[in-house]
Structure formats: C-alpha cells, structure tokens
C-alpha cells in the first residue's frame, strides 16, 4: 500500500482545492444536481449559500481522508469509526442543508 501513498496525497490535494473554489462561492457547475437543473428551479437556491455548504462538507470531507492518508488508511482503533460514519454523517447533514438553507425564501408566503 505504500506505493500509492501519492496517490492519496493527490486525491486529498484535488480536494482540497475544489473546495476552496466551492468555499469562494463559485463553482455551481460542480454540484451533482444543481449543474442539471432548468433555469427556473435554479432560481429557487441562492447559488452562493449552496456552494459554500458544499464547499464546508467537502472542506471536513477532505480533512477526514488527510488523516486517514496520513495513517496511510490504516487508522488507529481509537478514530477507525472515523473514515465511514465521518463521510455518510457529513454528507447528510450537506444534503439537509442544500435543502434547507441554500433555498431561496419562497415567494409564494
């Protein structure tokens, strides 16, 4: 497994840098879903908001997968919950969220 240690370090690399772009607020086309909607729905979610939620889960992502890169995937027993539960926890509370906050207010009310 030492062989692809660069490999992790790359993947955690590309990360991180995509979510300094989502955390600018930039970077909409990037988001599974949103880059597919019509126009018309679009205008339901402020773009910034979204981005920068996504860019804060993928920012905690990252850093979950640096220290598991840094123990090379073979976590201490102590913190080897980290690696799944970590991942699926921040990804539900980035959908919850995206739902939630990065909509506009309805107009409707």
Do not use: H, Q
């Not at 908001?49 to 123990?71: F, P």
């Not at 201490?76 to 539960?85: R, V």
């Amino acid at each position: 497994m030492n062989g692809l240690i660069w490999l992790n370090w790359t993947i955690f690399a590309i990360m991180a840098i995509l979510s300094i772009i989502l955390l600018m607020g930039k970077g909409g086309f990037l988001i599974a879903g949103y880059n597919t909607m019509s126009k018309e729905k679009k205008k339901r979610y402020n773009e910034k908001k979204l981005c920068r939620i996504m860019g804060i889960g993928l920012s905690v992502i990252t850093i979950i997968l640096g220290i598991s890169a840094y123990y090379d995937f073979e976590l201490p027993t102590t913190i080897s919950w980290l690696l799944p539960w970590g991942i699926l926890a921040v990804a539900a509370i980035m959908i919850i969220l995206g739902n939630t906050i990065g909509k506009e207010k309805s107009e409707e009310a």
